[in-house]
């Protein structure tokens, strides 16, 4: 089913603009190189127009939010839409701070969004329009997607979906993917990467590489980036084992194994089943 998509990515290698977090924009430019697209970072409001106006896709990353870069952000968000590249926005911390709650709503309002990136706190923010007490950038625990709460999680992403006309992704334990149509339930990943700070930072602007090499495929594109980015951790993990390795270790052979991840790899490692 991916095969197409990442051949796309590598063969094509889109250029995409980040516009993201400074404590994880190295991490986006390196992770991007690795899985076959290219990065390009600018955040000032007179340069933005101009790179959005050259890249394949453009990543909105909410993470170290300031005055100057709201209207940046907004700015590319309008150009892309205009040349009709997706955006993926990835709403860090959303409800953690009035800021950052607001501006979330002001990009929905004002751009057009293809997909959504975040995990279910930040999310449910985005569904409800209301701060949710999220602790920091992380779930809370409440908000955990479980084998017992899984339908319903379902349910409200592929309704959101509907409502904003955005794919949602959805990451944590279990990761949930979907339009209003259909829905991927992808089970790949590992614990230990909540070690590492970043790894959906880096997601996020995977699937604008995938989405900028796929704009027919989206949802299938975003699936395949979070079953890509679950797997290499997979891998990674036990890479850093072998080698009695800590986090640090774990982040290099994090980017090593999306560098790794071939078509063949993908199929044969993704696990997840299709919801409708």
């Known amino acids: 089913m991916f095969s197409e998509i990442i051949d796309n990515v590598k063969n094509n290698v889109p250029l995409v603009h980040n516009i993201t977090n400074y404590v994880t924009v190295n991490d986006c430019a390196n992770i991007l190189l690795a899985c076959g697209g290219s990065p390009i970072m600018a955040d000032d409001v007179d340069e933005v127009e101009e790179i959005t106006s050259i890249c394949n896709a453009l990543v909105i990353n909410i993470g170290t939010l300031n ?28 409800g953690a701070s009035k800021l950052r709650t607001e501006t979330t709503f002001r990009l929905l309002r004002e751009v057009k969004i293809s997909v959504i990136r975040g995990n279910m706190s930040e999310i449910k923010v985005v569904g409800s329009s209301e701060s949710n007490g999220a602790r920091g950038v992380d779930a809370n625990v409440a908000d955990t997607v479980t084998e017992k709460n899984l339908d319903e999680a379902v349910n409200f992403i592929k309704c959101l979906s509907e ?102 790899i993908l199929e044969g490692g993704a696990r997840f089943e299709i919801r409708k």
Do not use: Q, W
């Not at 839409?81 to 926005?89: A, C, K, R, S, T």
């Not at 339930?185 to 959906?200: D, E, L, W």
């Open 67 to 94: 005055s100057r870069t709201i209207e940046a952000m907004i700015k590319a968000g309008k150009k892309a839409n205009e040349i009709n590249i997706p955006v993926i926005l990835d709403p860090v911390g959303a």
């Open 163 to 264: 409502s904003l006309s955005s794919i949602i992704a959805v990451t944590g334990a279990i990761d949930i993917v979907a339009d209003s149509h259909k829905a991927f339930v992808i089970k790949n990943g590992h614990p230990s990467m909540s070690k590492i700070t970043g790894t959906g930072c880096m997601l996020t602007s995977i699937i604008g590489a995938y989405c900028g090499a796929n704009r027919d495929n989206m949802l299938e594109a975003s699936a395949a980036a979070v079953c890509g980015m679950g797997l290499s951790g997979e891998m990674a993990y036990r890479k850093t084992k072998e080698n009695d390795g800590g986090t640090s270790s774990l982040r290099m052979h994090l980017i090593d194994y999306i560098g790794k991840i071939n078509s063949e």
